[in-house]
């Protein structure tokens, strides 16, 4: 069965740093999105993405922020200067056409940034 | 401002011991309420969709009903397996997702 799939699984960064989140969806999806969980607290909308291009954000997307679909099968988050609180689970999420609109998550990349 | 609120934080059952997981919404023209399983460390796994208030979904021990401020999912003769946190998400009038906190199941042999 097809799933989505994020690399690295945990990346450590000191702050400051520009960290890229790679996530492969599931290849007949047209809807993307990206997700952040910081510990212990709920899954946050940060992004979605439709037709190659920005479809909504969140107001924590900020200019330290953006997403790109590079090259028709890779789906990015790029975080520019990272800081303490950007540390959590960020999640990629797909959906595929004429459904009920149900998300398929991929196992998260966690993040430290020390 | 759309929102999401799910009750209890966490639940406690022997197994067998039915119970219901509550989760309130508030939203802007309601595109799609939705269920989810979170194991630890790992992505959410889609259960259920509901559209309309009445509307009901089953899935083996689990149900999910919908009225027009809040959804249930009850859960029938739970099996340690069942141990798990899950979340309660909305969609509004745009594309973007509202999550709850979740609830935070453990079923006890």
């Known amino acids: 069965e097809p799933e989505v799939t994020q690399t690295p699984s945990h990346q450590v960064t000191q702050m400051g740093q520009e960290v890229i989140l790679r996530c492969v969806p599931i290849s007949n999806h047209l809807y993307f999105y990206w997700y952040r969980q910081i510990l212990g607290q709920k899954v946050e909308f940060l992004v979605s993405?439709?037709?190659?291009?920005?479809?909504?954000k969140s107001e924590i997307f900020d200019d330290q922020f953006s997403v790109e679909r590079p090259d028709g099968s890779n789906f990015t988050l790029k975080i520019r200067s990272t800081k303490l609180e950007d540390s959590a689970m960020y999640f990629c999420?797909?959906?595929?056409?004429?459904?009920?609109?149900?998300?398929?998550f991929g196992p998260g990349t966690r993040l430290t940034v020390t | 401002e759309d929102q999401v609120t799910q009750s209890p934080e966490a639940l406690r059952l022997q197994e067998g011991e039915s119970s219901s997981l509550n989760c309130s919404y508030t939203?802007?023209?309601?595109?799609?309420l939705f269920w989810y399983r979170q194991d630890p460390g790992k992505g959410p796994e889609f259960l259920f969709t509901l559209y309309s208030a009445g509307e009901e979904k089953e899935k083996e021990r689990l149900k999910a009903t919908l009225t027009k401020k809040e959804s249930f999912l009850h859960i029938t003769a739970p099996k340690p397996e069942d141990s798990a946190t899950y979340l309660c998400a909305v969609q509004g009038n745009f594309n973007k997702f509202y999550f709850g906190s979740g609830t935070k199941l453990n079923v006890k042999p």
């Open positions: 999420a797909s959906i595929p056409p004429a459904t009920t609109r149900e998300q398929y």
């Open positions: 939203v802007s023209g309601l595109r799609g």
């Open positions: 993405f439709y037709n190659n291009e920005i479809s909504e």
